[in-house]
């Protein structure tokens, strides 16, 4: 017999059932082949008494070997290690003498790097994200509650892959009343946010050597999109009123340009809304050249001056325009519902191809997100939170402005999330460096400064936090 009780040390401080321990190490003993097949095992009762566990406990894990055809029982003479042992060493292929020496090979892609955080802080200055602890869970919970709950239907399986058509219907109507936006069930796809919709819509667009226009230093995640595809992004400058009209005809009579991609409400990162005279200007150039507007109106209900500017879509007769919502921010980013409308034969084609990425969205959850706005309840929670969001920019930019003006300079933004600061007297990734030693992070402005001009600019997010958050976020700022 073999020294069991050296083989095998049950530990109980593991998470592990003792049972389990016995298992993996029969198992372990026979791989080595320290065990081999036909060996005799000891009884069940000296083997409990030999590892000081219950006899159940041996039991229960010879069951379990026997399931799995490492050990066989022998009526009245005991048990033994099976004759036939499961598969567990690679089998030599024809002609292949050395295994296993190969491993395949994917696609790495260049295009899709992007800094990640890494680390743990005990205190995050984010880039502009929404508070999620004013997120209208309970509603959002009724509702879905009630439809889950309701007894098992069509609901459940499969459904349309253009969407929820209870929600399809509310945007319809939400959209027409609140932005201007006319357009038929058939040019509306229901998707997971405003990431996803650039994607598809990159996809079914754009070839590779296609030329997209965007503004300098765009959003990093819309440029990895475009250019996933083969597709060439052509730089424009911007100013105060967005990006400069002049710079986009320029371009567009230089070169054969298939798509402009903007976010006029709120320009990624500086924050800038563009002006209405820009946006008929950029609708007639698209028309004129046949050029697609890819229009991400990712926050389009943050706005603190009076009334939004309504999308460049609202304008449109959707011939060259692609419209994309969400309601990750108005929600909470963990929702992952958003929108894509478009040219009812470009949303067939869209539709064609989330079908084989996604089969569907979440049903139930647009379900809640249509009752919401057909509610009312939609409404008063983008009310409450603008109020409070408007309140946190005014504490942040009045304070920032007084106590901070030496360490950077900005413009009060329109709308938004959060502040385009310009530092001042240190880089932005020495600034990113000392905060870091104090545990906070702030991003270090790497990602906004594509070529690498020594932009030294950073988002700072002003949404997600209380007052109090904000004053001690100032106060924090102010120590260095
Ligand atoms: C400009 C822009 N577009 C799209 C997105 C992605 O939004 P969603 O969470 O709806 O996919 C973001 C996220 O911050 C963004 O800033």
Known sequence: M????????????LQKAVYMQIIEAFIGLIKKGILEKGNKLPGSRVLAATLGVQRQTVVKAMDELIAQGWLESKQSKGMFVASKLPLYQPIALKGVVDLPTQSFVFNQSKVLDREEIVGSYGFYIDEGIPDVRLAPVETLMK?????????????????????????????THYLKENRGLHFDLSNILITRGSQMGMWLACQVLLNSGDVVLVGKNNYISANIAIQYTGAKLIEVD???????????????????????????????????????????????????YGVAII??????????????????????DWKNNLYIGSFNKSLAPSIRVGYLIGRTDFIEEVAKLRRVIDRQGDPLMEYAIAKMLQSGEMDRHMRRVLKQYKERRNYFCERAQLELSNLFEFKEPEGGMAIWAKINKVTSIELAKILAQKSVYINNGLMYDHHQEGLNCTRIGFASKSISELAYMVDLLKAI
């Open 2 to 13: 073999i020294p069991y009780k050296t083989y095998i040390s049950i530990d109980r401080s």
């Open 143 to 171: 509702y879905y509650k009630t439809r889950f709950l309701k007894p098992v239907d069509r609901f459940h399986s499969y459904s349309d892959v253009m969407g929820n058509m209870e929600l399809r219907k509310a945007l």
């Open 238 to 288: 911007h100013d105060e009123d967005g990006i400069q009209v002049d710079l986009v005809e320029k371009a567009i009579r230089n070169q054969k340009v298939k798509a402009l991609y903007l976010t006029p409400h709120h320009y990624h990162p500086t924050t800038v809304t563009m002006s209405l005279e820009r946006r008929m200007e950029l609708l007639n150039l698209a028309g004129h």
């Open 295 to 316: 229009e991400d109106d990712y926050d389009y209900e943050f706005h603190f001056k009076s009334k939004p500017i309504l999308p460049i879509a609202s304008l449109s």
